[in-house]
C-alpha cells in the first residue's frame, strides 16, 4: 500500500516536471519566432532604405556619365527638356528653399504659440479636445491643400498684390506652412510637457507670471525638442509635392521673389514621372538626379536634427 502511494506520487512528480518542461520549450519556441519576425520587419525597412539609395545613385550615375557635376551643382539655368539643354539645378533648389522658408516661417511662431498654450495655459479637458482638433489639419490630403492655396487664397493675395502671378511660391508656402503647423506643435508640446514640474514651482517661488516661466524657463528646456520639431517639419515642407505642382507652378527659375511662379525638385520629378519623357535618355536621368539630391538635403537635415537633440538634450 505504502509502495504504491509512493509509486503514484512519484509518476505525478515526473508528470508535472515533463508538463513544465513542454511549457518552456513552447515559451522558447514562441520567443523565438517573435524575434524572428521582429528582426524581419526591422529588416525590410533597412533594405528598403538601401534599396532606394543604390537605385538612386545607380541611375543617377548614367546622368553624371553625360553632364558634369560642376554644371549639375552650380548652373543657374534648368532646361533639359528644351533646346538648348540646361542641367543647372540651382532654380529648382532655389525654389524649393523659398517655399520652404514661407512654410517655416508660418507654422514656427503660430505653432510655438499654440504648443505653449497646451502646456502651460491650457485645462486638461481643453488640451483633449484641442490638440487632436489641431492634429486634424495632418490628415488632409495635399491635394485638397494645393487646390485651396490655387482657388482661395491666391485670389486673397491679389487683391494685395495685383502683380502676382497666379502659380506663386508665396500661396503655396503659406498653405504649405498651415499644413505643417500641427507638426511644430505636436512635438514641441510634447518636448514641453517633458520638462519637470519642479522647475515651473521654482520659477513660480521666484515670482515670476505664467508667461515668463513658459518662455524663459520651459522653452529653454526643452529647446532640443523644439528645434527637432522645426527641423522635421522644415524636411517635411522640402518634401512636399503636390502643393507645389498646383500651386507653385512648374517655371525653374533662380529667384526668391514670391510672388514669381517657380518650381521645386518635387515638381520637376512629378512631371518626369509623367511618362511623356523617352526611357534611358539624359532627360529621363534628371528624374534621378534630382531625387538623389533630394534625398541628400532631408538626410542631412534629419542627421542634424538627431545630432541637435542627441548634443543639447536635458536629462532629469
Partial sequence: MLQRSLHSARTGVEGSTESLMRLRRQ????????????????????????????????QAAGFFSEVSALEFFTGTQWTPLFQPRRFGVLPLVGGTILTAGIAILVALPIGLAAAIYLSEYAHDRVRRAVKPSLEILAGVPTVVYGYFALTF???????????????????????????IIPMVSSLSEDAMVAVPRSLRDAAYGLGANRFEVATRVVMPAA?????????????????????MVIAAGSTPRLTFNPLESIQTMTAYIVQISLGETPHGTVEYYTLFAVGLLLFVMTLLMNLFSQWFVGRYREKY
Fill in 27 to 58: 515559451s522558447r519556441i514562441r520567443e523565438a519566432v517573435i524575434q524572428r519576425l521582429l528582426l524581419t520587419c526591422a529588416l525590410v525597412s533597412v533594405f528598403t532604405t538601401v534599396g532606394i539609395v543604390v537605385m538612386l545613385v545607380v
Fill in 153 to 179: 487664397v491666391t485670389p486673397l493675395l491679389r487683391n494685395v498684390f495685383p502683380d502676382m502671378i497666379v502659380f506663386n511660391a508665396l500661396s503655396a508656402g503659406l498653405v504649405m506652412g498651415v499644413m
Fill in 223 to 243: 529647446t532640443s525638442g523644439i528645434v527637432a520639431a522645426c527641423i522635421l517639419a522644415l524636411s517635411r515642407a522640402v518634401g512636399e509635392t503636390m502643393i
